[in-house]
T-cell receptor
């Protein structure tokens, strides 16, 4: 089955701790994205990557970091610099090319601060 | 910057009836895409329907159809024969047409739809 997987489903972070959220896709998609969802809000873009070893900041990149060492994987690290990390995090992926850019989402990771 | 507005925070409909969710957007772009995504209680974001701005014909996908009014910058979603499984948050989203790369989705705040038996 092709799809996007995210792990873990729930993640707890202690003060001052860095945590990493996993996102893997087997759709052979070129681009991958990380969005954050807060209660009562739509999604906001954190980072995105169009190609291996390259990524760009989105609207709310402060306190987050990413890597793209493989086409299939785009992990997100929430650093201690992110002062309000409690949110639902969604990973998405898409092809590149005219009329192919629809983004498909994984099941999400809920991050809570202890 | 683009903005997306969903003016109905919550709506309800009886099973088998029809409901329309509203969405307006603001942009200076002429080439773009519009989407409706559904987020059920599982919180997985699921694509419902997509519209390309240069196409005049409204998109349809089974029981889901849109009314795209480009001049008015309006993009409403009509759900026919509502089913209990349609209960979810519905998000309207905008994307500039990418120029060889990728673009972000800009989301509205969502409409919570409840289908009653």
């Amino acid at each position: 089955d092709g799809g996007i997987t995210q792990s873990p489903k729930y993640l707890f972070r202690k003060e001052g701790q860095n945590v990493t959220l996993s996102c893997e896709q087997n759709l052979n998609h070129d681009a991958m994205y990380w969005y954050r969802q807060d209660p009562g809000q739509g999604l906001r873009l954190i980072y995105y990557s169009q190609i291996v070893n390259d990524f760009q900041k989105g609207d709310i990149a402060e306190g987050y970091s990413v890597s793209r060492e493989k086409k299939e994987s785009f992990p997100l690290t929430v650093t201690s610099a992110q002062k309000n990390p409690t949110a639902f995090y969604l990973c998405a992926s898409s092809l590149l090319g005219v009329s192919k850019e629809t983004q498909y989402f994984g099941p999400g990771t809920r991050l809570l601060v202890l | 910057a683009q903005t997306v507005t969903q003016s109905q925070p919550e709506m309800s409909v009886q099973e088998a009836e029809t409901v329309t969710l509203s969405c307006t957007y603001d942009t200076s772009e002429s080439n773009y895409y519009l989407f409706w995504y559904k987020q059920p209680p599982s919180r997985q974001m699921i694509l419902v329907i997509r519209q390309e701005a240069y196409k005049q014909q409204n998109a349809t996908e089974n029981r889901f159809s849109v009314n795209f009014q480009k001049a008015a910058k309006s993009f409403s979603l009509k759900i026919s024969d509502s089913q209990l499984g349609d209960t979810a948050m519905y998000f309207c989203a905008f994307m500039k047409r990418p120029q060889g790369g990728s673009e972000k989705l800009v989301f509205g705040k969502g409409t919570k739809l409840t289908v009653n038996p």
